[in-house]
């Protein structure tokens, strides 16, 4: 969900973002500096990169990072603890400084499975697609399927977003599939994507960290 783009896409690119800066940003993080922590992006801002920039370019690399490690077991609780909470004070503070583009028109439905972890994917998700024009709702976790049906109901999102870092969430994402599949809704529900972590090996059936996304097959 990282990466460059131009008009269209995310963002013109992270002046400050360079690997040195990454690594510190990390390093802090998973030390659980909150000031210098709090320096490194008040240095960056100072040099012109925006709200969107971190985030898609500083925040989220990082998380994915620190993902990865922890679920490798080559990061500690504490250090994930201490990285999970600080990176998130940081986004709810940049998403203050976020512009959004033009209304696009599309409504779009976050949900996250019930940890930390997921539910900083799902707000640095839902950040990135608010600065793009979509009016974005999130739900968080532990959403029931029932009342999650009904919001599609009565929203009729573009497309429904669900972060998961468990394989124990599968089956509530799977039932909530085949139920979304044969409900009635005004826009039928064309297409069902798994997405893995970037790097991670492509698998049949999604693991932990895995993203999905419904998609409608309206335009």
């Known amino acids: 969900m990282g990466g460059t783009r131009t008009k269209a896409g995310w963002n013109r690119g992270c002046n400050m973002c360079t690997d040195a800066l990454r ?62 909470r600080l990176l998130r004070v940081l986004a709810d503070q940049t998403a203050g400084l976020i512009t959004p583009t033009a209304s696009n028109g599309r409504t779009v439905i976050v949900t996250c499975g019930p940890r ?11 950040d990135m697609l608010v600065s793009q024009g979509f009016t974005v709702h999130f739900g968080g976790g532990g959403i029931p399927n029932d009342e999650l049906l009904a919001e599609v109901k009565l929203r009729d999102p573009a497309a429904l977003v669900m972060f998961s870092s468990g394989a124990n969430d599968l089956p509530f994402i799977r039932e909530f599939i085949d139920t979304i599949r044969t409900a009635t809704c005004r826009s039928p529900w064309a297409a069902v994507c798994l997405i893995e972590p970037r790097g991670a090996p492509p698998r049949s059936v999604p693991t932990s960290g895995a993203m999905i996304l419904l998609k409608s097959s309206r335009p």
């Open 116 to 126: 930390d972890s997921d539910d900083l994917a799902g707000q640095l998700a839902t």
């Open 23 to 84: 690594e510190r940003f990390f390093d802090v993080l998973v030390s659980g500096d909150r000031v210098e922590a709090r320096q490194v992006v008040l240095r960056a801002l100072e040099t012109g990169d925006s709200a969107i920039d971190l985030i898609t370019e500083l925040y989220w690399p990082t998380y994915e990072r620190v993902e990865k490690l922890y679920r490798a077991d080559h990061l500690s609780k504490l250090g994930h603890h201490y990285a999970t």
